[in-house]
């Protein structure tokens, strides 16, 4: 069996754009965290599924993402949900120039469902623009911080759904329960709605509606 790490991150969904990064900092000020600014990033995920959506109903998301130029194959579970808590594994390899997914991709994908990567097809495209933060304790990096403004299409669409989202990310090795905290300050500098949903599942949900409708 290939071994998945688990990834462990509290999602929220926001109605604004987030704050300046010296706000945000500043409600960061007095607590035993600090915020310091990593990057700005521009993300393209190609969602894929077989026409039978063989994928979702199996609880597995597989995606390909480019950020300036390097691309990655990621593979994710459905995981556990606890109000804005999420809890899933998740499998993410370099994708080599002309490899369609790794190896080591298709050989956990095939024991959580049996199917033909042949049939695989894009079934969502994700553009994300996404602010980077650093969140620090005594110099350790315990999480990392993003701000996500997302536009979702399918493939051959010109409908797409804009939404944000704030998402606290534990560092490697450090308690999910000290999220929490950070939540908090955070919350001093913008209002945080819990998120039950992956951006894939609020992306499609958002869209049929959308088609609904219109």
């Known amino acids: 069996m290939v071994p998945m790490p688990f990834e462990h991150e509290l999602k929220f969904s926001l109605l604004d754009a987030a704050p300046d990064d010296e706000l945000l900092i500043d409600a960061f000020r007095g607590s035993p965290f600090a915020l310091e600014p990593r990057a700005v990033l521009r ?72 199917v033909d990567p042949r049939r695989l097809r894009s079934q969502l495209m994700i553009r994300t623009e996404r602010r980077v933060f650093d969140v620090r304790h005594s110099g350790e990096l315990i999480a990392e911080l993003c701000f996500d403004e997302v536009s979702a299409r399918a493939p051959d669409e010109e409908r797409e759904a804009l939404f944000r989202e704030a998402e606290i990310e534990a560092a490697e090795g450090v308690d999910p329960a000290r999220l929490e905290a950070i939540a908090a300050r955070l919350a001093r500098a913008l209002t945080l709605t819990p998120s039950g949903v992956t951006k894939l599942e609020r992306a499609e949900a958002l869209l049929s509606l959308g088609s609904v409708l219109g």
């Open 43 to 114: 993300q393209l995920d190609a969602y894929v599924d077989t026409p039978e959506a063989e994928l979702r109903g199996a609880g597995v998301a597989l995606r390909r993402r480019q950020v300036d130029g390097v691309r990655v194959a990621t593979l994710k579970t459905l995981g556990r949900v606890a109000g804005a808590l999420h809890e899933r594994e998740e499998l993410e390899v370099p994708l080599l120039p002309g490899e369609d997914w790794p190896p080591a991709v298709l050989e956990r994908l095939a024991e959580l469902v049996e």
